[in-house]
Structures are given as structure tokens and as C-alpha cells.
């Protein structure tokens, strides 16, 4: 550690500059050539752990501490070096090995120095020289002398601090307090006690020190008094307390059950705290005996920390308290039996609760039979799945899913054909949650031939999850796909909200097909199913429904659907995208959703969509809408646009398509980001995205659009950011080439973010 300490100071020094000849390491000082402490720590770093080296070195540290003429910042320096040396040496049989440090422990100036020295030096000389000098000190130096005095626990040093106990300056007294507290001698204790001038904080501040040292006979004593001194803030007198249960801990739990058998909240959260730092066999029968005493707060607390420790014999006393009439101690019962070793019992006592009529006593039940452990338990869950009441069934079968028994699974499909529908629902929704991808015919015919709505809902729920769990993605809908389109009317409707759930191309090939038929209700209820897909990878079968069906109901919901997955969804724009614009728009009659899609054409960057807006200037109503997307399209066939900001670090997030990144900085009032559409384009609308940094949006805003970014004019928009998305509309009739958005106002609490920066 030494020569490592040695090594970084050498480093240290190595990096000043040395330009000029270098100074006596006498003269050093704080600021200037640096080159004779480098020297010094290059013979330290060489002497390593070499006594002779470094007495040699103790010689020559000592002797420039001596000289008259050594400047201040010499003496720190040397002072620290030599306090490493003498930490690590034996101890000098004479007081003159020491010299001049004895002399400056008395300086006002040198003595903190002095004690950079000897403070860790070990043995009975320096031990003399810091007792002689507290003697004929005064002021700041003697309080520097007393703290050392206290971290060397020096009890010769006990009858000189327990005068100054009594010293008119408070800070004197305080200090010594605190020293002999440091000390914890038996000695230093009883000056403690019998002190009388301090504050009554000070001392009980330093006697609690004490306990640290003393004999434990002694240290019980003290914390006895300070727990039982009711003029003593409550913090101190619990802190004394769990210092007690720490010190004694053969009669740790006695104390702990007589706290929690009183009133007092601080000491009883001090026991509960001892608690769960573990509890021994003893403990545990102590606590279960005198839980049903204690208030329900109390209670609670205490069969939780029975909870953690997880011994049986606790398991009795927990069971009675599922039966209190508080709803908190009732939940920590029940949730404790969850970490406690189970039986038939305890698997019988929550499968009731879990299916009581109590949702908070059934919530909790539940998951603790989840997790219960224990001889016979699993064997419990499983008997009781198989017979019984119907009620506490549907519990037990619930836990064969839960707890991922496979075990169970022949018993589960076997509940098909159980009269009771609530237990077909049970199973069924257990095999959801535990069933192979092997037994997705036996789900799917489950779920056709279903009856009751929770069991429908549950068995095309499992038939979902059973199906992902094939990792063949291509081919693991087949059967499903070909049961939708060969099945009966009402039960191809019944499975068609499986399609969007497996998600893909091909549940969505499938579900075009039914949404192309002539069945109304299949259809429109297809159509509908490719609106909820989560991504984009129904947007090509949107169009061809909207573009194909015989069903006008399912030509409408496709295409409004595709318009709000277009308007939701701000990918990267590809001919395709394109391509699902034009079905959409040659199936739109009216003009109001043909506005909509042009609106959304205007995103596009290829010239299949310049074409289709261009043919469609002509027409009166949608005239100018099909100019503006013309205009906004031959911006973005010109490319990308570029982006400029102060700052300008991180602005080419702003614009790459991952709202996970990110431009950001301090709003101070004069931030400003520009965006160059290298042609000039019409403008309705801008959105600064900022998913995840909701909060962070401009304070207040103003926005410039222009062809001559040198001249740009007046604010056309100004406004208040807004959490989320800051949306700004632009005047109509809005035209340029640069856009610059402002934010004019300081914010001082958060910066001003852009994920991602939307045009429209």
C-alpha cells in the first residue's frame, strides 16, 4: 500500500512542469516548480519497504522540518510523507526521535501538521508526547490534540479529558466528550456518566460511542440507561436499544417480544428491523407465542419477518392469523405461508382462500400456493384437482398452471368434458399456461367446441399461447389457418380474434381471405381483425381488402384501418407503402378519406407517388390537397433534409427513425434547430416527438420558415411545448425551404428534447 500510495504521488509530480532549475524541496510551495517533491517521491517509490532506505529518508524529513527557513506548504508535504513512514515503523524508544515534531504539536500553525505525522505512529513515546502537549495547549490546538487523543484510544489519556469535561468553552468540553466516547474504556465511561455540564445529546452521544469498546458488562449498563433516559430524544434511545440487541444477543428475542408487547412505535419498527436480519429457532417460538397478544400493525410486521425465516414452527400461529379480523394481518398471513414449509393443510386452508369471495384474502392465497414448498404438496394440489367441490377445484387446477405441474396435464384435457363449465374454464386456461406446442389440435378443438364465454375467451387465449410457443414461425398456424377457412360460420367467427394476437404474414394472409368472402360477418369481422395487428405487417392485406372485397362493410373498416395504422405508424416510407395508398384511394368514394390518404401520400419519397398526386390536381376537391403532397414529395425526392442545431451534437437523431435516440439540450432560452428540405416545400404541420422524456419539451416555442435562412422574418407559430408530442400547426399557405424552431424561453428544471422530428 505504501509504495502504491508513493507511486501515485510520483505521477502526480511527474505531470508539473519543471521548466526552470528546481528549487530546495525547503522551499517548496503550493503553486509553482514542483521538481524536489518529484524527487523526494522518486526516492520513496525507490526505497520501497527497505528499512534502512526509509529511516534514512525519516533522517532527512525531520532534518528539513527543523530548518527555520522551510516554508509552510514544505512542511505539509513533508509531514504526510513522513506520517506514512512512521505508521509503518517500530516504535522509538525516546521522545527525541520525534524531534521537532514534538514542538510543533503546541503551534497554533504546525500543530495539525505535527499530527499528520504521528497520529497513526504507533508505541507509548508518541503516545507521551500528544498527553504532555494536551497539558500545555490552548485554543485550536489543544481540540486538535484531544481528537487525536480519541482515535488513538488512548486511555492514559482519560483523567486529562475528563477535566476538560468541565472546561467553560463548550466546544472544549463537547470535544472531549467525544474523545472519551472514542476511548470506551472503562474509565472513560464512567467520566462520562458522571459528567454533568454537557448537553444531554453530547454525552449520550458520546457514551453510545463507547459501548463500541467496553466490556459488554458495562456497555449492557450504558445502553440500559440511555434506552431507559426519557429526556433523551426517542431516535437516541432506540438507537441505544438495537446497539443492545446486537451486544446480547442470547437475550436478544426476550427484549425484542417485550417491545412489541408496548407502545412504542419507534422502538417496535427498531425490533421488527432486528427482525429481518434473521431469527433463531428460539426466536421463532417466542414470536408465534405472542403474536395473537400484539395490535394488528404489529402483528402484521412480525408475521412477515416470520415469513422470511421460513421455520415451520411458525407455520401454526401464521394459520390462526389468516383468520383475524384485520385485512393487513390476514394478507401477511397469507403471504407468509407462501415462504413457510407447507402441508396438506396449508394447501387445504389456501385453495379455500384463493376461492373465497374475499378478492384481497383470494389474491393473496393464490399466489402463495403458487410458491408453497413442502412434503406433499404437489400431491395435494394434484388430488385436489381431480375431485372435490367444484369450487375449490377450479383453485387446485388454476395451481397445476401456476405452478407449471405437467404432471396434471392429462387431467387437464381430460376436464373437456366436465359438466361444470367454471372447471372447463379452469383447464383450460391452466393448459395455457403449461401445455407443448403438441397439444395445440387438442386446444384448438377445445376452443371450437367451447360453450360458455369465459370458456371461449380462456380456450382461444391457451390456443394462442400454446401456438407461439412453436419456434417454427412459418408453420406453425397451419392448422389454425386451415380450420378458419373450412370451419362453420360461427366458429370461424369465434377464432378469428386468434390472428392478430399470433400477429405475422401469414395470420394475415389468412385473415384477407376471410375478409374477401361474401359472408358480411366474416368478412367485416376479418376486415377488423387486420386493423388491431400491432406493427405494419397487415398494411399490404388493408389494402387489398379495401381494393378487393365484395363486402362494402369490410372495404370501409380496411381502409380506415390503414389509414390509422398509416397515420400511427412514421416508418421508413417504401414503394409499397405507396402501392397500399393507391387501393386505399381507388376504393374511397367520398372526398373526405381521399383527403386523408393524400395528406398521408404527401410522407412519401418515390415518383409512383409524385404521379398519383400529380393526376389528381385536377380534380376540384381534391385539388389542393393533391398540390400540396406533389410539392411535399418533390422536397423529398431531392433527398434527405439537413439538419442544423445549437448545440449541434446528437441533431442526426432527431431524424433517424429510433425515437430511443435522441437530441437533447439545456433549454436556456436560445436554442434553435433548422431543417434545410434542399427544395422549398408547403408546410401544415410539425411534431417534435419526445417518447420517454415526456416532460422535456420547449418552454416556449416560435418557429421561422423561409427561402433565405439570412433573412428569415417573422415567428409564423408560436406556442407552449407540450408533454409527450409538442404538435405545431403552421398557417395554411405555409412555404419554404428552411424551417427554424426556437425555444425562447429559459427552463431550468429540464432540457429541451427531440426524439424525433415529424414534418407533415
Same mark, same amino acid.
Given at each position: 500500500?505504501?509504495? @502504491?500510495?508513493?507511486?501515485?504521488?510520483?505521477?502526480?509530480?511527474?505531470?508539473?512542469?519543471?521548466?526552470?532549475?528546481?528549487?530546495?524541496l525547503a522551499s517548496l510551495a503550493y503553486a509553482g516548480d514542483q521538481a524536489a517533491l518529484m524527487d523526494l517521491d522518486?526516492?520513496?517509490?525507490?526505497?520501497?519497504?527497505?528499512?534502512?532506505?526509509?529511516?534514512?529518508? !525519516?533522517?532527512?524529513?525531520?532534518?528539513?522540518?527543523?530548518?527555520?527557513?522551510?516554508?509552510?506548504?514544505?512542511?505539509?508535504?513533508?509531514?504526510?510523507?513522513?506520517?506514512?513512514?512512521?505508521?509503518?515503523?517500530?516504535?522509538?524508544?525516546?521522545?527525541?526521535?520525534?524531534?521537532?515534531?514534538?514542538?510543533? *504539536?503546541?503551534?497554533?500553525?504546525?500543530?495539525? &501538521?505535527?499530527?499528520?505525522?504521528?497520529?497513526?505512529?504507533?508505541?507509548?513515546?508518541?503516545?507521551? &508526547?500528544?498527553?504532555?502537549?494536551?497539558? #500545555? @495547549?490552548?485554543?485550536?490546538?489543544?481540540?486538535?490534540?484531544?481528537?487525536?487523543? +480519541?482515535?488513538?484510544?488512548?486511555?492514559?489519556?482519560?483523567?486529562?479529558?475528563?477535566?476538560?469535561?468541565?472546561?467553560?468553552?463548550?466546544?472544549?468540553?463537547?470535544?472531549?466528550?467525544?474523545?472519551?466516547?472514542?476511548?470506551?474504556?472503562?474509565?472513560?465511561?464512567?467520566?462520562?456518566?458522571?459528567?454533568?455540564?454537557?448537553?444531554?445529546?453530547?454525552?449520550?452521544?458520546?457514551? *453510545?460511542?463507547?459501548?463500541?469498546?467496553?466490556?459488554?458488562?458495562? %456497555?449492557?449498563?450504558?445502553?440500559?440507561?440511555?434506552?431507559?433516559?426519557?429526556?433523551?430524544?426517542?431516535?437516541?434511545?432506540?438507537?441505544?436499544?438495537?446497539?443492545?440487541?446486537?451486544? $446480547?444477543?442470547?437475550?436478544?428475542?426476550?427484549?425484542?417480544?417485550?417491545?412489541?408487547?408496548?407502545?412504542?412505535?419507534?422502538?417496535?419498527?427498531?425490533?421488527?428491523?432486528?427482525?429481518?436480519?434473521?431469527?433463531?429457532?428460539?426466536?421463532?417460538?417466542?414470536?408465534?407465542?405472542?403474536?395473537?397478544?400484539?395490535?394488528?400493525?404489529?402483528?402484521?410486521?412480525?408475521?412477515?419477518?416470520?415469513?422470511?425465516?421460513?421455520?415451520? =414452527?411458525?407455520?401454526?400461529?401464521?394459520?390462526?392469523?389468516?383468520?383475524?379480523?384485520?385485512?393487513?394481518?390476514?394478507?401477511?398471513?397469507?403471504?407468509?405461508?407462501?415462504?413457510?414449509?407447507?402441508?396438506? !393443510?396449508?394447501?387445504?386452508?389456501?385453495?379455500?382462500?384463493?376461492?373465497?369471495?374475499?378478492k384481497t384474502d383470494a389474491k393473496a392465497a393464490k399466489e402463495s400456493l403458487a410458491r408453497l414448498n413442502g412434503p406433499?404438496?404437489?400431491?395435494?394440489?394434484?388430488?385436489?384437482?381431480?375431485?372435490?367441490?367444484?369450487?375449490?377445484?377450479? =383453485?387446485?387446477?388454476?395451481?397445476?398452471?401456476?405452478?407449471?405441474?405437467?404432471?396434471?396435464?392429462?387431467?387437464?384435457?381430460?376436464?373437456?368434458?366436465?359438466?361444470?363449465?367454471?372447471?372447463?374454464?379452469?383447464?383450460?386456461?391452466?393448459?395455457?399456461?403449461?401445455?407443448?406446442?403438441?397439444?395445440?389440435?387438442?386446444?384448438?378443438?377445445?376452443?371450437?367446441?367451447?360453450?360458455?364465454?369465459?370458456?371461449?375467451?380462456?380456450? *382461444?387465449?391457451?390456443?394462442?399461447?400454446?401456438?407461439?410457443?412453436?419456434?417454427?414461425?412459418?408453420?406453425?398456424?397451419?392448422?389454425?389457418?386451415?380450420?378458419?377457412?373450412?370451419?362453420?360460420?360461427?366458429?370461424?367467427?369465434?377464432?378469428?380474434?386468434?390472428?392478430?394476437?399470433?400477429?405475422?404474414?401469414?395470420?394475415?394472409?389468412?385473415?384477407?381471405? &376471410?375478409?374477401?368472402?361474401?359472408?358480411?360477418?366474416?368478412?367485416?369481422?376479418?376486415?377488423?381483425?387486420?386493423?388491431?395487428?400491432?406493427?405494419?405487417?397487415?398494411?399490404?392485406?388493408?389494402?387489398?381488402?379495401?381494393?378487393?372485397?365484395?363486402?362494402?362493410?369490410?372495404?370501409?373498416?380496411?381502409?380506415?384501418? %390503414?389509414?390509422?395504422?398509416?397515420?400511427?405508424?412514421?416508418?421508413?416510407?417504401?414503394?409499397?407503402?405507396?402501392?397500399?395508398?393507391?387501393?386505399?384511394? +381507388?376504393?374511397?368514394?367520398?372526398?373526405?378519406?381521399? #383527403?386523408?390518404?393524400?395528406?398521408?401520400?404527401?410522407?412519401?419519397?418515390?415518383?409512383?407517388?409524385?404521379?398519383?398526386? !400529380?393526376?389528381?390536381?385536377?380534380?376540384?376537391?381534391?385539388?389542393?390537397?393533391?398540390?400540396?403532397?406533389?410539392?411535399?414529395? #418533390?422536397?423529398?425526392? $431531392?433527398?434527405?433534409?439537413?439538419?442544423?442545431?445549437?448545440?449541434?451534437?446528437?441533431?442526426?437523431?432527431?431524424?433517424?427513425?429510433?425515437?430511443?435516440?435522441?437530441?437533447?439540450?439545456?433549454?436556456? +432560452?436560445?436554442?434553435?434547430?433548422?431543417?434545410?428540405?434542399?427544395?422549398?416545400?408547403?408546410?401544415?404541420?410539425?411534431?417534435?416527438?419526445?417518447?420517454?422524456?415526456?416532460?422535456?419539451?420547449?418552454?416556449?416555442?416560435?418557429?421561422?420558415?423561409?427561402?433565405?435562412?439570412?433573412?428569415?422574418?417573422?415567428?409564423?407559430?408560436?406556442?407552449?411545448?407540450?408533454?409527450? #408530442?409538442?404538435?405545431?400547426?403552421?398557417? %395554411?399557405?405555409?412555404?419554404?425551404?428552411?424551417?427554424?424552431?426556437?425555444?425562447?424561453?429559459?427552463?431550468?428544471?429540464?432540457?429541451?428534447?427531440?426524439? !424525433?422530428?415529424?414534418?407533415?
Amino acid at each position: 500500500m505504501l509504495r @502504491s500510495i508513493f507511486t501515485s504521488l510520483l505521477l502526480f509530480a511527474a505531470s508539473l512542469s519543471a521548466a526552470e532549475p528546481p528549487p530546495a524541496l525547503a522551499s517548496l510551495a503550493y503553486a509553482g516548480d514542483q521538481a524536489a517533491l518529484m524527487d523526494l517521491d522518486r526516492d520513496f517509490v525507490a526505497a520501497g519497504k527497505d528499512p534502512t532506505k526509509l529511516a534514512a529518508l !525519516e533522517t532527512r524529513l525531520l532534518g528539513i522540518l527543523r530548518r527555520k527557513d522551510t516554508t509552510f506548504a514544505a512542511r505539509q508535504a513533508v509531514c504526510q510523507r513522513l506520517g506514512l513512514i512512521l505508521a509503518s515503523s517500530a516504535p522509538k524508544a525516546n521522545a527525541k526521535a520525534y524531534k521537532p515534531l514534538d514542538a510543533m *504539536l503546541l503551534d497554533e500553525r504546525d500543530s495539525d &501538521l505535527a499530527r499528520l505525522a504521528l497520529d497513526l505512529a504507533p508505541g507509548a513515546v508518541v503516545d507521551a &508526547l500528544f498527553t504532555s502537549a494536551l497539558a #500545555k @495547549s490552548e485554543g485550536r490546538a489543544r481540540l486538535g490534540l484531544i481528537g487525536s487523543l +480519541g482515535r488513538r484510544h488512548l486511555d492514559d489519556a482519560v483523567p486529562a479529558l475528563t477535566k476538560l469535561l468541565a472546561d467553560a468553552d463548550p466546544v472544549t468540553a463537547a470535544t472531549a466528550a467525544h474523545a472519551l466516547g472514542e476511548i470506551g474504556t472503562t474509565a472513560a465511561a464512567n467520566a462520562l456518566r458522571a459528567a454533568r455540564n454537557l448537553p444531554p445529546i453530547s454525552l449520550a452521544h458520546a457514551r *453510545l460511542q463507547a459501548t463500541m469498546r467496553l466490556p459488554a458488562a458495562d %456497555a449492557l449498563r450504558t445502553l440500559r440507561e440511555l434506552q431507559d433516559a426519557t429526556g433523551l430524544p426517542v431516535a437516541m434511545r432506540a438507537a441505544a436499544f438495537r446497539r443492545s440487541l446486537d451486544l $446480547a444477543p442470547d437475550t436478544a428475542t426476550q427484549s425484542i417480544v417485550e417491545v412489541l408487547g408496548a407502545k412504542d412505535w419507534t422502538f417496535k419498527q427498531v425490533a421488527v428491523e432486528a427482525l429481518a436480519n434473521g431469527i433463531k429457532p428460539e426466536g421463532v417460538r417466542a414470536l408465534s407465542t405472542g403474536l395473537s397478544r400484539w395490535d394488528a400493525p404489529t402483528q402484521a410486521a412480525v408475521i412477515a419477518a416470520l415469513g422470511r425465516a421460513g421455520d415451520a =414452527a411458525a407455520v401454526p400461529a401464521v394459520v390462526t392469523a389468516t383468520r383475524h379480523a384485520s385485512a393487513e394481518v390476514r394478507a401477511e398471513a397469507f403471504g407468509a405461508l407462501g415462504f413457510l414449509p407447507g402441508n396438506g !393443510e396449508v394447501v387445504t386452508l389456501l385453495a379455500q382462500a384463493a376461492s373465497s369471495g374475499d378478492k384481497t384474502d383470494a389474491k393473496a392465497a393464490k399466489e402463495s400456493l403458487a410458491r408453497l414448498n413442502g412434503p406433499g404438496v404437489s400431491a395435494a394440489i394434484l388430488a385436489g384437482a381431480q375431485r372435490g367441490e367444484a369450487k375449490l377445484r377450479i =383453485a387446485y387446477l388454476e395451481q397445476l398452471g401456476l405452478r407449471h405441474m405437467t404432471e396434471g396435464l392429462p387431467l387437464l384435457l381430460q376436464c373437456r368434458s366436465e359438466a361444470d363449465a367454471k372447471v372447463r374454464a379452469a383447464a383450460v386456461g391452466a393448459l395455457g399456461d403449461l401445455a407443448p406446442f403438441s397439444e395445440q389440435r387438442a386446444i384448438l378443438d377445445w376452443a371450437i367446441a367451447a360453450t360458455d364465454d369465459t370458456e371461449q375467451t380462456r380456450a *382461444l387465449r391457451a390456443l394462442v399461447n400454446v401456438t407461439l410457443r412453436n419456434p417454427d414461425v412459418a408453420g406453425r398456424g397451419r392448422a389454425l389457418y386451415s380450420t378458419l377457412e373450412s370451419a362453420q360460420p360461427e366458429v370461424t367467427l369465434r377464432l378469428i380474434p386468434v390472428l392478430p394476437r399470433l400477429g405475422g404474414s401469414a395470420s394475415a394472409d389468412c385473415a384477407t381471405k &376471410l375478409a374477401l368472402r361474401t359472408d358480411p360477418k366474416i368478412a367485416e369481422a376479418a376486415a377488423a381483425a387486420l386493423g388491431r395487428w400491432t406493427d405494419a405487417t397487415a398494411l399490404p392485406s388493408l389494402g387489398t381488402v379495401a381494393e378487393k372485397a365484395t363486402v362494402t362493410a369490410a372495404r370501409d373498416t380496411a381502409r380506415s384501418s %390503414a389509414i390509422r395504422t398509416l397515420e400511427r405508424n412514421r416508418e421508413a416510407w417504401t414503394p409499397e407503402t405507396t402501392q397500399v395508398i393507391s387501393q386505399l384511394m +381507388g376504393s374511397a368514394k367520398n372526398a373526405a378519406p381521399r #383527403k386523408q390518404l393524400l395528406a398521408l401520400l404527401a410522407r412519401a419519397n418515390d415518383r409512383t407517388a409524385l404521379q398519383l398526386a !400529380e393526376t389528381l390536381q385536377s380534380d376540384p376537391a381534391l385539388g389542393d390537397d393533391a398540390r400540396y403532397a406533389a410539392g411535399a414529395i #418533390k422536397a423529398s425526392l $431531392a433527398g434527405a433534409p439537413k439538419l442544423r442545431a445549437s448545440p449541434d451534437s446528437g441533431i442526426a437523431n432527431a431524424t433517424d427513425g429510433k425515437t430511443s435516440t435522441r437530441w437533447s439540450a439545456p433549454a436556456l +432560452g436560445e436554442e434553435w434547430v433548422e431543417i434545410d428540405f434542399r427544395l422549398s416545400r408547403p408546410l401544415r404541420r410539425l411534431t417534435l416527438d419526445q417518447t420517454g422524456r415526456n416532460t422535456e419539451f420547449p418552454e416556449q416555442y416560435e418557429v421561422q420558415v423561409t427561402d433565405d435562412p439570412k433573412s428569415p422574418g417573422p415567428a409564423i407559430a408560436q406556442g407552449k411545448g407540450q408533454r409527450n #408530442k409538442t404538435v405545431i400547426d403552421l398557417p %395554411a399557405g405555409t412555404h419554404g425551404r428552411y424551417v427554424v424552431i426556437k425555444n425562447v424561453v429559459e427552463r431550468k428544471d429540464t432540457p429541451w428534447t427531440i426524439c !424525433e422530428l415529424y414534418v407533415d
